[in-house]
C-alpha cells in the first residue's frame, strides 16, 4: 500500500519560487501517476498537473502552464511541485496524489501550506 | 472545460438521518470517470467512491453512489457522527476537475 508524504510547511515572497516535494514508500512508484492538486483557504479543489515517473510524461492544467513545473527522481521515490511567480493568491495547501486522467486521485499526500506574503 | 456543480452548498443534518448530495456535470461524461472524496478539516481528501458507484477499500456500505450522463448522487444512508465533513465530487477523464464541494454539518 504507497503512502505518500510531503515536505513541511512554506512561507515565501511575492515573486519568488517554492519547492514542494511527495516522496512515496511502499508499492509500485513508477508505472502510476502523480498529480498536485491545491486548496486556497476556504475553497474547492484544483488540479494543477501530473506526471508518469515512468516515462517523465508531465501534463499541466492551462491556468499553471508556464509558471509550474513537476518532476520526480526515481531513486528517492520522490515527485517534486515546483510553482514560480508567486503572488498572494497562491496562498494555498499543496496535495500530492496517485492518480490521472481515468485513474481516481488514491491516495493522497498530507498536504504542504504555502503562504505567500510580504 | 467540463464544469462540475455541486448543491447543495451546505446540508444540516442529525444523526441518523439520510443525506443526499448531488453533482452536476456541465456535458455528459462517462460514469466511469466520477468519484467522491471526503474531506474533515486540516486533513486531506480521502476516496470514497469511484467509478460513479464502486465503494473504495474501506468504505462503509452506508455510502453509495449514482448517476450518469451530467447527474450524480452520493447518498449516505444514515450520517454517523464520523461523517460530518465536506464531500467532493471529481471527474477524471480527460480533464480533471472538482466540483466546488458540499458542506455535511450538524443540525
Known amino acids: 500500500q504507497v503512502q505518500l508524504v510531503q515536505s513541511g510547511a512554506e512561507v515565501k515572497k511575492p515573486g519568488s519560487s517554492v519547492k514542494v516535494s511527495c516522496k512515496a514508500s511502499g508499492g509500485t512508484f513508477s508505472r502510476y501517476a502523480i498529480s498536485w492538486v491545491r486548496q486556497a483557504p476556504g475553497q474547492g479543489l484544483e488540479w494543477m498537473g501530473g506526471?508518469?515517473?515512468?516515462?517523465?510524461?508531465?501534463n499541466y492544467a492551462q491556468a499553471f502552464q508556464g509558471r509550474v513545473t513537476i518532476t520526480t527522481d526515481e531513486s528517492t521515490r520522490t515527485s517534486y511541485m515546483e510553482l514560480s511567480s508567486l503572488r498572494s493568491e497562491d496562498t494555498a495547501v499543496y496535495y500530492c496524489a496517485r492518480g490521472s486522467p481515468g485513474v481516481p486521485f488514491d491516495p493522497w499526500g498530507q498536504g504542504t501550506l504555502v503562504t505567500v506574503s510580504s | 472545460e467540463i464544469v462540475l456543480t455541486q448543491s447543495p452548498g451546505t446540508l444540516s443534518l442529525s444523526p441518523g438521518e439520510r443525506a443526499t448530495l448531488s453533482c452536476r456535470v456541465s456535458e455528459s461524461v462517462s460514469s466511469s470517470y466520477l468519484a467522491w472524496y471526503q474531506q474533515k478539516p486540516g486533513q486531506a481528501p480521502r476516496l470514497l467512491i469511484y467509478d460513479a458507484s464502486s465503494r473504495a477499500t474501506g468504505i462503509p456500505d452506508r455510502f453509495s453512489g449514482g448517476g450518469s450522463g451530467t447527474d450524480y448522487t452520493l447518498t449516505i444512508s444514515r450520517v454517523e457522527p464520523e461523517d460530518f465533513a465536506v464531500y467532493h465530487c471529481h471527474h477524471y477523464g480527460g480533464s480533471l476537475t472538482f466540483g466546488g464541494g458540499t458542506k455535511v454539518e450538524i443540525k
Open positions: 506526471i508518469i515517473p515512468l516515462f517523465g510524461a508531465t
